[in-house]
């Protein structure tokens, strides 16, 4: 059987189309390869078995299977975010994206992905259930907090996959495994269904082996839902007709403040070569200024883990999962929560309880709100120059799996160049563009106005076409 799993989601719409293989080949090829690697991988949690007698009808192989992050609510079958105290929690209802993908002709074989617990996290190491590795060096993380579905789309044990992204959960794997991750314009994909770390923050968006699956993807899950009160009713287009090998006549800011001490060396001359391709294929650059990107990080981290304290308080014992075995009510509370949650949930549950405090709301949480204003502001005032802002994806390529572990402040730095983008709300997207001389890969970040997703993937399609990165596979 020809090795399906290798192929593109396109590809293998265009082979069922034609009837040159079947969903359950698919699906097949698939299982065979994730039965010989993913114990070295380590991208998934779990899987669904079609052979069960009592697996569901809807999760038969159909169309192209999507690989699912453990934080988007499955009907009928296991989400847990990769956390204890969510064991065994089984949702009543499909997220919207789900029944878009299923609508679409399309199945997710109860395929979930491994993360860092509730998404807290830029490197898959805070999941219950253990790590995951990267594909292109197996003593390397994978990013986070959608690690395993990048790692299991880069090697090949998924065709496509949808994470979610707050502060660059999906931007920031995707680099780090040599994939295309694209975060969408905030209120552009429901959030309906997807268990929150972050409120204004959380989009979930498609991980894919290449540009065009990313459009395909967002085809798919994108538009107007009415269960979700931060969905925006603005019409969705065809990202596919944006798929043209033509940048000449775009003009593209390069930030001053994203090329400064703490890039490496590497990523650098990536990214710089990136931009002299383009540059060649006729777009135009110059260097801007996005004054607030030094608070980037430090409003995150107020914003993110303020909403994160008031989103996870309901997870007690009382209504989900987990519920540690005592006879008094007080105690059943706090022997849950401090048996249930890992060591950064309950890190970033006190700083968010702490920033919304008597006494330092103000100082703290409203302070950072204002901030967060600004940011935005910066790039609304970019985009009205500019079409595209370019930078790297992450100051380095992945670390060594227990680097940072010990230095949570080193860990959340991992995001700086992506968290800007969540904080304005707005598009955007990495794709490969190059390799370290370890053979680590290098991501590019291409950033647009609002609701523009349409000039991401112009000019991401057309560096993609006119390059090879996209091309190069793991040695798994």
């Not at 085809?219 to 940048?247: E, F, H, M, R």
């Not at 800011?253 to 006729?282: H, N, R, S, T």
């Not at 968010?352 to 005032?381: C, E, M, N, P, W």
């Amino acid at each position: 059987m020809e090795e399906l799993n290798r192929l593109t989601a396109h590809e293998l719409i265009e082979k069922t189309r034609n009837k040159e293989a079947l969903s359950e080949e698919i699906s097949a090829s698939l299982y065979k390869r994730i039965n010989e690697i993913d114990s070295k991988v380590k991208a998934y949690v779990r899987l669904g078995n079609t052979k069960e007698p009592a697996y569901p009808r809807t999760r038969e192989p159909r169309g192209v299977p999507v690989t699912i992050k453990d934080n988007i609510c499955t009907e009928g079958y296991n989400t847990e975010c990769c956390s204890k105290i969510l064991k065994g929690f089984i949702p009543p209802y499909d997220a919207t994206v789900i029944k878009n993908i299923r609508e679409a002709g399309h199945s997710y074989l109860g395929q979930k992905a491994n993360m860092d617990e509730f998404a807290f996290g830029s490197s898959t190491e805070n999941s219950f259930f253990g790590p995951t590795h990267n594909p292109w060096n197996l003593d390397c993380v994978p990013g986070g907090s959608s690690g395993g579905c990048a790692a299991a789309v880069a090697s090949d044990e998924a065709i496509w996959a949808l994470g979610s992204d707050t502060g660059g959960s999906i931007r920031q794997p995707a680099s780090f495994c040599g994939i295309v991750g694209l975060k969408p314009t905030y209120g552009r994909v429901s959030r309906y269904g997807l268990i929150a770390f972050a409120s204004s923050l959380d989009q979930i968006g498609p991980l894919t082996k290449d540009v065009r699956d990313s459009a395909f993807l967002m085809n798919i899950i994108s538009g107007y839902d009415p269960d979700d009160s931060t969905s925006v009713n603005t019409p969705v287009p065809d990202y596919t007709k944006a798929l043209v090998s033509d940048v000449k006549g775009l003009k593209i800011g390069i930030p001053k403040e994203y090329f400064v001490e703490g890039l490496g060396l590497e990523v650098k001359a990536a990214v710089e070569e990136a931009i002299d391709k383009l540059k060649k294929l006729g777009a135009s650059f110059k260097e801007i200024s996005l004054t607030h990107t030094e608070y980037a990080v430090p409003v995150y981290y107020i914003i993110a883990t303020a909403e994160a304290s008031s989103n996870l308080a309901r997870f007690d014992g009382v209504q989900y999962g987990f519920r540690a075995k005592v006879d008094n009510l007080m105690d059943m509370y706090k022997k849950t929560r401090g048996q249930g949650f890992g060591q950064e949930a309950k890190r970033r549950i006190i700083l968010g309880t702490f920033a919304l405090s008597h006494g330092y709301y103000d100082a703290y949480y409203l302070r950072a709100l204002k901030v967060r204003t600004l940011i935005k502001q910066d790039f609304d005032a970019v985009f009205k120059d500019f079409d595209c802002v370019i930078t790297p994806t992450s100051p380095t390529p992945a670390f060594r799996i227990g680097e940072k572990m010990t230095d949570p402040l080193r860990m959340y730095l991992s995001d700086i160049y992506t968290i800007s983008a969540n904080l304005a709300g707005i598009p955007a997207i990495s794709v490969p563009c190059g390799f370290t001389k370890k053979g680590l890969p290098v991501g590019l970040q291409i950033m647009a106005k609002h609701f523009d997703e349409e000039k991401l993937f112009r000019v991401a399609y057309s560096y993609e076409q006119n390059t090879e990165w996209h091309k190069m596979k793991t040695k798994l």
